[in-house]
């Protein structure tokens, strides 16, 4: 029987993330994954900017993730319209430039315009290099957990083998199985229908602009569905929408069929079309009740399966798989106790039940009117606001007193209150620029005002007691506040000091000088971490 820290299964955005991340950390981990490799299809597009800033600790990570997406366009637009020739689109994004010019002061991060394809393969390669175990062509069997740790059977074309696992991370899809020997039910509005996703070849200049992913939700007499084209996956995409309880199947979609709704589609009736590939997705809105069971975490479509509409599902995935990776490395490596395990189900479920429900609510605004009964309103005012300003509220946060408990910050640049993601300020470093959010990531950073080195001073004390990874830095020491917005922004005096959590959140804040700040500081950190 083998043994291992954490097993994972499913070698998706989550899965794939968490590995990384883990073995960056040195906490050995076993990856499983029932395919072959990772996913030829395109999938998810892009990578929100939350979560290249989680994915950023590893090394290269972003230098990788840009290169492929300079080589594959300058810009989005997504439009409702009948088919690419549609003289009256309705645009949804015309020009993302400007939607997403705010980012540029909001965080240091470049924007990823990438199919997950590509994405998934770079995250394999460096989980690979890092030294995470990951085993394709591996099927997990059977799984039961006791008090003390998980046993697991997998399946490989040479038979059956044990593992033996502390913790383990579900990342196994939308179907989960794992999620069902779990008895973890589930809500929401459950299967919405099935996609039949078309990747082609065609030559579809005048069509659609040079160096510009295009997505058009069709609408017309035929058929509903989307094109997508400019991903740089080496093909055009199209999804159908089918429905089985009308009797529709994949067999429906020959060769010949599938030619004539890509000319339906683009509005061209001669289009000389080579079809490369075909798959089935289920849509669906599907939530989890809870993301832990003892020690076995949901994470990705096996928490929350949620349209596509929004482009904000494989992010959210990405960020799970993120998240779980550095709340287990504290509890691994004894920086906090078992009982912290449970701030991932308080802070990760309700963004992932509100991100569901905002694709959810952009699916109904992008059907036919006849098909828009019963899907909700739209829970999220400015979407982009919710890119960098989701908040969590758990005991791994000390909330200032009045928290108005908010799920999203209502400006586009966060401000740094606890349960926020800790604002992007440029600092100087000895003579470079640096971003604050290039200080967050290897564990806990304190960051003290002019005059607030007994803040310093204190983290170094208390790190060494709790045996936590805690690192200083003083704002008028080694980085200077150039621009003389750090204090506005974090919400502090030039005595006072922030903690940040290794996700980059804020766990707590002193606006002022504390008489005892060693003792304070110990307080806080003992109160998150559930450390003895």
Not at 3 to 11: E, K, M, N, T, Y
């Amino acid at each position: 029987m083998e043994r291992v820290p954490v097993l994972i299964v499913g070698a998706g955005y989550a899965g794939l993330s968490a590995a990384a991340l883990l073995a960056l950390r040195d906490v050995p981990v076993i990856l499983v994954e029932r395919h072959a490799t990772t996913s030829i299809q395109p999938k998810a597009f892009g990578v929100n900017p939350r979560a290249m800033e989680l994915l950023r600790p590893l090394p290269g990570i972003e230098k990788a993730f840009s290169e492929i997406s300079a080589g594959i366009s300058d810009g989005m637009r997504i439009a409702i319209a009948s088919s690419l020739k549609d003289p009256n689109p309705h645009m949804i994004i015309s020009d993302e430039a400007e939607d997403f010019s705010f980012l540029a002061d909001a965080t240091p991060v470049a924007q990823i315009g990438a199919p997950q394809a590509d994405i998934e393969r770079v995250l394999r390669t460096k989980a690979e290099e890092l030294g995470a175990d990951l085993r394709f062509s591996t099927e997990l069997v059977s799984l039961e957990q006791d008090p003390d740790g998980v046993t697991a059977v997998v399946r490989t074309a040479e038979g059956e083998s044990t593992i033996r696992a502390d913790y383990v991370v579900a990342a196994d899809g939308y179907r989960s199985p794992i999620r069902s020997w779990l008895g973890i039910p589930t809500s929401g509005k459950g299967d919405l229908g099935r996609i039949r996703s078309i990747l082609f070849d065609a030559d579809l200049s005048g069509l659609v602009r040079d160096r510009e992913v295009t997505l058009w939700y069709l609408q017309n007499e035929h058929f509903s569905g989307a094109i997508i084209t400019g991903t740089g996956v080496g093909a055009h995409g199209m999804g159908v929408n089918f429905d089985p309880a009308k009797g529709e199947s994949e067999a429906d979609f020959t060769e010949e069929r599938c030619t004539e709704l890509i000319r339906i589609g683009t509005g061209t009736p001669d289009l000389e079309v080579k079809i490369k590939d075909q798959a089935t997705f289920v849509m669906a809105h599907n939530l989890a009740d809870r993301y832990r069971e003892g020690r076995v975490f949901l994470a990705g479509d096996s928490a929350h399966t949620m349209p596509p509409t929004g482009g904000q599902g494989g992010s959210t995935a990405l960020q799970d798989g993120c998240d779980i990776a550095w709340r287990l490395w504290l509890v691994i490596s004894g920086q906090a106790g078992p009982e912290f395990l449970d701030t991932y189900d308080a802070e990760r479920r309700p963004l992932g039940k509100l991100t569901a429900d905002a694709q959810l609510a952009n699916l109904g605004e992008r059907m036919p009117p006849a098909q828009r009964a019963d899907y909700p309103e739209q829970p999220i005012a400015d979407p982009f606001s919710a890119l960098l300003g989701l908040r969590y509220h758990s005991s791994a946060i000390i909330e200032d007193a009045g928290d108005d408990g908010s799920l999203i910050e209502p400006e586009r640049l966060p401000v740094g209150r606890p349960g926020s993601r800790a604002p992007h300020v440029v600092l100087d470093w000895d003579g470079s620029a640096i971003s604050t959010i290039d200080l967050f990531g290897a564990g806990f950073v304190l960051l003290a005002g002019p005059d607030g080195r007994e803040w310093a001073t204190a983290a170094r004390t208390v790190s060494a007691r709790l045996g936590v990874r805690l690192t200083p830095h003083r704002l008028g020491g080694e980085l200077r506040d150039v621009q003389g917005t750090w204090a506005a922004r974090y919400g502090v005096t030039s005595g006072g000091a922030v903690l940040v959590r290794p996700d980059g959140y804020m766990a707590w804040r002193s606006p002022a000088q504390d008489p005892d700040a060693a003792r304070t500081l110990d307080r806080v950190l003992r109160t998150i971490l559930h450390h003895s």
